[in-house]
Structures are given as structure tokens and as C-alpha cells.
């Protein structure tokens, strides 16, 4: 059983098994139909993508299943008598070369994070390239193919690898990125995506689509315009490509889908030959494969800068970008002649929330102060972790320097309110320290020292308090009482 825990979604009886499954290959079956250029065809295509996430997530235990599944959905769409048309040997060949395949990526798969990596990426279009090899070289020694001309057989062949590769690299990484996505996160995994890269927006996404909507509409053209198939097939790459590269693997695999769906609906219309067919076959294969290896680097490249700029426990800028922010905010403040005020904030009573409830408690309890700490605040302020229970606020731009007692008690009291966490309660307070800029220190280091030293003093003073650093009174400096009794 699965080492994440992905059980809990997963039919245990048998019969609900079976009954899960029919249902996903009946869908998947439909769903193909929709946009079939050959009859049958790639219903089969989707159904390979299909049987290798069964090995793949649900593990050997669920194949027979799947092999029942694919054998009823297949005389379901048959005319004819019962059972006469059943092809044993077709769905055999599914579940073992890609329920197979599924096994063989299962253990990796189970190490994975929620996101896709550029190796996983590389490792499972390498795995599917074998496996539709395999599987279409089998159905040659399978009747009623085993009896083609040899010319033929290398167009069966062809249209057999080009359908499986299309189908693998289609269906498969959807499955599994939505299967991410749905069990990864309700089961409490940690989330590695909470801050947003600078390039996500919708205006971005809206140019991908249109985009791709504009390239796939070239389908539509007379082919005296379009010259080729093959043409046209490396001009619908470009959004496919420009979509991963910038928005990851998501984004990628709905242009892809978007480009196919296109493509598909465009060769249904003008009734391709079977040439053509083959030709969006590869069109198809090379969008998916394109999706999933330039998204993968993309995320890749996204994953590094979280993990440099944020706490990935809270979301939160880290340290390192705290200081970048601190700094940017300085140089603004300079220029601006605006004020600006730095916020030291370490909690109170932590300690026996990690004592009394476990540190995965803890964890959940610095996740909710997190999202407490930005509702307080606005948009443009930065908020982070510096470790531990120990976090920092930048307020730029303040019109009057009595907006940092506002925000401080605000902080305070949202704060001091109980704690849900998992059905227990939990109660902490905070001590804050402020120092503002340029009336307690003009740079980072010394902005950064007079808010440490306030927070302290919020702590000496009996805690769940704020403390100015101005306002902090300063012990008279060394010497000075000795002067005044010698005089
Ligand atoms: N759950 C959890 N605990 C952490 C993490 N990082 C540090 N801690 C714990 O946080 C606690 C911080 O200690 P203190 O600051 O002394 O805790 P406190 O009870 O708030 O004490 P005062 O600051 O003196 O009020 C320590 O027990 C650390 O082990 C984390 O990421 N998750």
C-alpha cells in the first residue's frame, strides 16, 4: 500500500474497485469518442494513459480490475453478440505493457512531491517512448495483424506508437497531476507552490490562450495555405512551448489540450485521410511531451526561487528576502522622504503549544499566525518568518507614525484570539518591537537591531506587548554616573 497514504482514496473491496474502474475507462472511453478521426481508435489511446496510472497509483493489486474494466467497456461499445467481439488480447496487451510501465514508475512516483521535476519529466517520456514501442511491435504478432503485407506494417506500426505515445503522454500526466493536487493537499501534505512567481497572472495566461486558439484556427485553412500537416504541426508547438516555459507544467498541458482538441476537431471537419491521422498523432505526442518537459523546467526554476525567497512552511518571505525587502524599502523611503517602520514579532507561550501538542501542532499553529499576520496588513507590505517562532513585518509609506500602534494592537489582539487546531484549542500572545525610519536608524542593520531590541523590552515588560524603540528608555551611558559624583 502506498507509503503517502494515497489508500484513502483508493476502493478497497473488490468489487468497488472494479466498479471505480469501469467507470474511468467508460468515461475516458466517451470522452475520446467525442473527438475520434477513426472509429475505436482513440478510445484505446486514452485507455493506455489510463491503465499505466492504475499500476502507477493504485499498484499491481488493481490490473486484474483494470483488465475486466477495459474488456466489458470494449464489448459495451461493440455491436454484435455478447462476448463474441471481445478483444482478450488487445486489453491483455494494455494492462501488461502499460499497467507494467505504471509499476515501474510507481516507486518514483511515490517519492514525488506534489510537483512534477524535470528528471520525473525526462524519466517518464523516456519510460513511455519504450513502452509504445513494445506495445506497438507486440500488436504485430497479434491477429489479425500478425497476417498484413509487410509493406503494411510499418504504417500499423506507426499508427499504433504514434496513438499509445499521444495517449501516455496526454492522459497519464493529467491523472497524475490532478490526483496530486486532489490527495496531496486534503491529505495535509506540505504545499511547495503558496507564493506566486511574478510571471502568474491572468493577463499572461489570456495571451497563452489566445495565442494557441490563433495558431490551432490555422488548421482550418485550405492546404494550398497551410502547405502541410508537418507545417502546421511545428507552428502549434510554439504556444505549447511558450506556455510551459512561463507557466509550468499546468499551463502547458491546457494549451496542449487546447491546441489537440483543436487539431482533432479540425481533422474531424475536414475528414482527413489516414495519413493526416497519423501525422496529429505525432502533433499530439510532441504538444504533450513539450508540455511536460518545458513546464517541468519551469517549475523546476519556480521551485528554486520559493525555496531561496520563502519559509515553505507558512508561505512567507524568508530571511534572505526579508533583507533584500528591508533594503528596496530603504532606498524607496530615501528617495520618497516617506517614513517607514520595521516590526519585530516572537510569540509568546509557543513553546507549550509544541509541548502539549506535538510540532506538526506547531507547524499548523505558525500556518494560521502566518495568514493572521498578512490579514493584518496591506497587500504591499512584507511579511516574513526569520525562524522559529520569530517573525517581521515592513511597513512602507506611512502617512503618520501612529499607524504602527494601530496595526501593532490590531496584531496583538487577532493574536491573543484562540487557536483551532484539529479539533483542539490553542492559545499564544505576542511580544512586538517597532522601529521607524529615519528617527531609529537610518540603515538595515541598525533598523533591524532597534526592532530586536524593542521586542525584547516587550518581553522584559511581562509580554503580549508593543514596544517602541524611541520610546525604550536608555540606560545613561557608562561613566556618566561616576562624572556626575566626582563633580
Ligand atoms: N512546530 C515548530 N516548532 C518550531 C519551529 N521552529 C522552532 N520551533 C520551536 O519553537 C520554540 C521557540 O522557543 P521559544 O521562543 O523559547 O518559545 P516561547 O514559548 O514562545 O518562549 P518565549 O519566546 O520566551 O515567550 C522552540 O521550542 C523550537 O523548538 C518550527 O518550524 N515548527
Not at 494494455?94 to 512531491?113: E, F, I, N, S
Amino acid at each position: 500500500m502506498s507509503q503517502d497514504g494515497s489508500h484513502r482514496l483508493l476502493p478497497r473491496s473488490p468489487l468497488t474497485k472494479a466498479a471505480a474502474l469501469f467507470l474511468c475507462y467508460w468515461l475516458a472511453w466517451k470522452a475520446a469518442a467525442v473527438f475520434e478521426v477513426q472509429p475505436h481508435v482513440s478510445a484505446l489511446y486514452l485507455s493506455a494513459g489510463l491503465s499505466t496510472a492504475v499500476g502507477m497509483i493504485g499498484g499491481w493489486r488493481y490490473l486484474p480490475a483494470a483488465f475486466l474494466a477495459i474488456c466489458v467497456v470494449r464489448q459495451l461499445d461493440m455491436p454484435g453478440p455478447l462476448l463474441d467481439d471481445i478483444d482478450w488480447g488487445g486489453a491483455l496487451r494494455q494492462v501488461l505493457v502499460y499497467g507494467g510501465t505504471g509499476l515501474l514508475l510507481r516507486r518514483r512516483w511515490l517519492a514525488m512531491p506534489a510537483r512534477l521535476t524535470l528528471a520525473d519529466a525526462l524519466h517518464f517520456v523516456l519510460l513511455a517512448f519504450a513502452a509504445t514501442s513494445v506495445s506497438a511491435a507486440a500488436t504485430l504478432f497479434i491477429p489479425p495483424f500478425d497476417r498484413l503485407p509487410a509493406s503494411e506494417l510499418g504504417a500499423v506500426f506507426l499508427s499504433f506508437w504514434g496513438g499509445d505515445f499521444a495517449g501516455l503522454l496526454l492522459g497519464l500526466p493529467a491523472i497524475v497531476l490532478g490526483w496530486n493536487r486532489l490527495h496531496r493537499r486534503t491529505a495535509g501534505g506540505r504545499r511547495d507552490d503558496t507564493p506566486t512567481a511574478p510571471l502568474h497572472g491572468i493577463r499572461s495566461s489570456a495571451g497563452l490562450i489566445g495565442l494557441a486558439l490563433g495558431v490551432s484556427l490555422l488548421s482550418l485553412l485550405p492546404p494550398q495555405l497551410t502547405q502541410s500537416e508537418a507545417k502546421l504541426g511545428i507552428l502549434v508547438l510554439f504556444p505549447v512551448l511558450l506556455a510551459g516555459l512561463m507557466r509550468g507544467v499546468l499551463m502547458g498541458y491546457l494549451v496542449a489540450t487546447l491546441v489537440c482538441a483543436i487539431q482533432i476537431l479540425a481533422g474531424r471537419l475536414l475528414g482527413l485521410p489516414v495519413d493526416g491521422v497519423l501525422d496529429l498523432q505525432l502533433v499530439l505526442a510532441m504538444s504533450a511531451a513539450t508540455a511536460l518537459l518545458a513546464g517541468a523546467a519551469h517549475d523546476d526554476k519556480h521551485f528554486e526561487w520559493q525555496h531561496a525567497n520563502f519559509d515553505l512552511l507558512t508561505g512567507l518571505a524568508n530571511r534572505h528576502r526579508f533583507q533584500d525587502q528591508l533594503e528596496h524599502e530603504l532606498q524607496r523611503a530615501a528617495r520618497s522622504g516617506q517614513p517607514m517602520a520595521l516590526m519585530y514579532i516572537d510569540l509568546d507561550g509557543f513553546k507549550a503549544v509544541n509541548d502539549r501538542l506535538g510540532h506538526h501542532a506547531g507547524d499548523m499553529l505558525l500556518q494560521q499566525v502566518a495568514g493572521r499576520l498578512r490579514a493584518c496588513v496591506r497587500e504591499t507590505d512584507t511579511v516574513a518568518r526569520l525562524g522559529g517562532d520569530e517573525f517581521a513585518i515592513i511597513l512602507p509609506d506611512l502617512k503618520e507614525l501612529s499607524i504602527t500602534d494601530r496595526i501593532g494592537h490590531t496584531l496583538l489582539e487577532r493574536l491573543q484570539q484562540p487557536f483551532d487546531i484539529d479539533g483542539d484549542t490553542a492559545h499564544i500572545s505576542a511580544s512586538i518591537g517597532v522601529a521607524v525610519w529615519p528617527r531609529d536608524g537610518r540603515t538595515p542593520t541598525e533598523l533591524i537591531h532597534h526592532a530586536d531590541r524593542a521586542m525584547y523590552e516587550a518581553k522584559r515588560l511581562g509580554r503580549n506587548r508593543l514596544a517602541h524603540h524611541a520610546r525604550i528608555a536608555t540606560p545613561p551611558p557608562a561613566g556618566a554616573a561616576t562624572q556626575a559624583a566626582g563633580a
